[in-house]
């Protein structure tokens, strides 16, 4: 029988010390009841949370555990040189090693410079191009997520329109919104961001045609601007290299986090020579950026991403699970979306407006032992066994079932920041 009930005291008690109990993309506030907010372990693809439910997690830590969590031969690379020292006064060679063997597997790649957060590589792209250009303007698609500093957290509490003042907005997958956007600029434009696909929170995912991402190259080469492409949730997950080398195309300057330590914190950007001389001229540091143990784990999880065949086996469990998930779905009469990269799925149901569906179908799931998220895009796992697979689908299909015997009865979405996401209450 499922319990929660260490945490719910969990959550009672950082209501008292932690503003608002939880904060960030990890919060289950904008989750169905039953998510749970306290994890005690994981091992592989499976979590157990405070209480001792076991789940089979698609989040990955909402992306950082490519290989699955508590791999073994990273966590010794990690145990190896924590014995020896972690944060000290300067980097260990793991930081050299890690460079050159990051460099060597990115085509467009000449340096490397490593953080901690996927925010902290987005922003020193977004400094280091100002740099290198002189010119102030950066062009966002509207609606992408390229973390939560100032100049592109989702939140608008607190932010100033100085902060924004020299951000400009697009249409992802428009060239001629982005042929707007330069003009807008008027000569100013330092660097265009673009995300390898559309993968925002609430909506169905989109792959950019081919034609898009040459484009986006070469309207920066006309405008001399730099490319900055966001690998944050992508990296590693989609290829072996950036992932718009399949469109032939090279960015100025990729920023990359989440899987290169496999849970360890370490985030980076990678540039071609032409910005060497910008990125020795800014400052950018962190008292935690150069620390030892996270290197270690990034040099052995690159050297499986090298040569162990992961993604193929990721993409082949991936398949395998879309199909599963497509079947039950015809056969139980609901029609379901899947988008997106079968390793990034993102699954949400059709005529669901307020979710009330996708949420009541997703918290089925976790109660039975399964980790499905309702809105944000999932990440699947090589460590996925074939009990595992075979767990979840048997899951989901009586996720399916419960759903059609309560149809009729599920009231409509309580959550009132989701429903106003999602515009029900402003069309109200």
Known sequence: ?????????????????????????????????????????????????????EYIDYMCAYGPNLFGYNHPSIEAAARAQAALGDTMTGPSEFMVRLA?????????????????????????????????TGRRKILVAKGTYHGASVWSTPSPQGILPEDRAHIIYFAYDDLNSLHDAVKAADGDVAA?????????????????????AKGVRQICDE???????????????????????QFGVKPDLSAWGKVLANGYPLSAVLGADRLRAAAQKIFVTGSFWFSAVPMAAGVETLRLIRETDYLERMIAISDRIRAGLAAQAAAHGFAMRQT????????????????????????AAVRRG???????????????????????????????????????????????????????LAAA
């Open 100 to 132: 050159e063997d990051f460099v060597g597997m990115i085509d467009h790649a000449d340096w490397a410079m490593f953080c901690k957060n996927g925010s902290d590589a987005t922003s020193m792209a977004m400094v280091m191009a100002r740099a290198h």
């Open 1 to 53: 029988m499922r319990i929660n009930s260490r945490n719910r005291e969990l959550q009672e008690r950082a209501q008292k010390v932690i503003p608002g109990g939880m904060y960030g993309h990890e919060s289950v506030a904008l989750l169905p009841a039953d998510f749970p907010q306290y994890f005690a372990r994981a091992e592989g693809a499976k979590l157990w949370d405070v209480d001792g439910n």
């Open 370 to 424: 399964v980790y499905l998220h309702p809105y944000h895009n999932m990440f699947v796992t090589p460590a996925l066994t074939d009990a595992d697979v075979e767990k979840t689908l048997t899951v989901t299909d009586q996720a399916f079932e419960e759903l059609k015997r309560s149809y009729s009865s599920i009231g409509p979405q309580t959550n009132a920041v989701v429903a106003t996401r999602l515009g029900i």
């Open 340 to 363: 997106g990269p079968s390793q990034m799925p993102q699954v949400l149901f059709a005529d669901d407006p307020d979710m009330r569906y996708g949420y009541f179908w997703t918290e």
């Open 223 to 245: 405008i001399d601007a730099l490319l900055v492409v966001d690998e944050i949730r992508t990296g590693f997950r989609l290829a072996r290299d950036c992932s718009w080398a």
């Open 192 to 212: 265009v961001f673009a995300t390898p696909f559309r993968h925002e929170v609430f909506q169905d995912q989109a792959e950019p045609p081919e034609a898009y």
